[in-house]
């Protein structure tokens, strides 16, 4: 069998989305792919404690903890700096450690990444992937399920529907092109957290499903290569 894709997952909380992951992997839903490491920006967050279940190695990474930033920093100029400087050092990190993955996954991930950790990995052919609650083009960044959820109720949500993706991270925040695409109709009478939940409930099966086959690209190139 050939080498494995080796998968980085960064996550800020609880970590559910990284089970399923860690899951599939060891069902071989995931096939011959490998999570060599997670990283975490929030130092109780409890996806560490689903990565030592697992026996998978974990890193705290914080914008603040590790001096970057000063706590109450209001700057513009000096905001934009520290986020600059981060995103390089964990660039750096993440292509230097032996565990240099094939594929990195943000489950949970509650950071925007910018170019200066995405152009790096990109020179380094390392594909970057999210899941995002809201299809290809609609309701970028946060509270996207809640802002779907407020047009429906004012009867602009297009043909009633939202949904989830998993796409390919770029500068534009999830804007990048989609790998999968489920659609997730919204319902009369159903309040925002029903619609949260029903959304939350195919997020595990989406995102392995698109770790899958990305992973599977990943394989078939390398054995083209060998």
Not at 60 to 81: M, T
Not at 140 to 149: E, K, L, P
Not at 153 to 175: F, P, S, W
Request: charge should be negative; proline fraction near 4%.
């Amino acid at each position: 069998m050939s080498d494995p894709c080796k998968i980085l997952v960064f996550a800020s909380g609880n970590g559910s989305n990284f089970q399923a992951l860690i899951d599939a992997v060891s069902s071989g839903a995931i096939p011959n792919s490998k999570i060599v490491r997670l990283i975490v920006n929030k130092s109780k967050a409890y996806a560490t404690t689903r990565a030592d279940n697992a026996g998978i190695p974990w890193e705290y990474f914080n914008l603040i903890s590790h001096g970057f930033r000063q706590k109450g920093e209001a700057d513009p100029a000096k905001l934009q700096e520290s986020r600059d400087k981060y995103d390089a050092a964990l660039a750096e990190k993440v292509l230097k450690e032996d565990y240099k993955p094939d594929l990195v996954i943000l489950a949970g991930w509650m950071y925007v990444f910018g170019k200066a950790f995405l152009d790096p990995l990109e020179a380094e052919g390392i594909k970057i992937i999210n899941l995002h609650p809201a299809l290809p083009g609609k309701y970028d960044g946060t509270n996207a399920i809640g802002r779907a959820f407020e047009d429906f109720r004012a009867g602009k949500l297009e043909n009633n529907m939202t949904g989830i993706m998993v796409h390919y991270v770029i500068a534009q925040v999830d804007r990048g092109a989609p790998i999968l695409v489920k659609e997730i109709e919204c319902r009369e009478g159903e309040e925002l957290e029903q619609l949260e939940q029903r959304i939350h409930s195919h997020e595990h099966e989406l995102i392995v499903e698109a770790a899958a086959k990305v992973a599977g690209e990943i394989l078939d190139k390398k054995n083209q290569t060998q």
